[in-house]
């Protein structure tokens, strides 16, 4: 059973960075792929970014160029650097990892999630 946490939420203006990390609690997390999802109030939860045991990256288009994900294996951390917020970003943000394949935008698809953080950004 792998345990995620997650921080670095919080309440920022347009225009403002936030860094998300996700700390895993398996040595081998380097291993698996770690997405990041999010969910705004009354909305599905919606696919953010993932980063695969390669360190091969995928976004989703709402956040390319602004968001940045990558990891530090020695950690067991995975990291969201989200750059240029607007609030439609504004969501809890969970991250999930995947213990098998490439690299999914499919939230179906992974086995562990953590609690979410929230981040706020206000116009």
């Known amino acids: 059973q792998v345990q995620l946490v997650e921080s670095g939420g919080g309440s920022v203006q347009a225009g403002d960075s936030l860094r998300l990390s996700c700390a895993a609690s398996?040595?081998?997390?380097?291993?698996?792929?770690t997405g990041w999802f999010r969910q705004a109030p009354g909305k599905e939860r919606e696919f953010v970014a993932y980063i695969n045991w390669n360190d091969g990256t995928y976004y989703a288009d709402s956040v390319k160029g602004r968001f940045a994900i990558s990891r530090d294996n020695a950690k067991k951390t995975v990291y969201l650097e989200m750059n240029t917020l607007k609030p439609e970003d504004t969501a809890v943000y969970y991250c999930?990892?995947?213990?098998?394949?490439?690299?999914?935008?499919?939230?179906?698809?992974?086995?562990?999630w953590g609690q979410g953080t929230q981040v706020t950004v206000s116009s």
């Open positions: 398996e040595r081998t997390f380097g291993t698996y792929t």
């Open positions: 999930a990892a995947d213990s098998g394949g490439w690299g999914t935008a499919n939230p179906r698809e992974y086995d562990y």
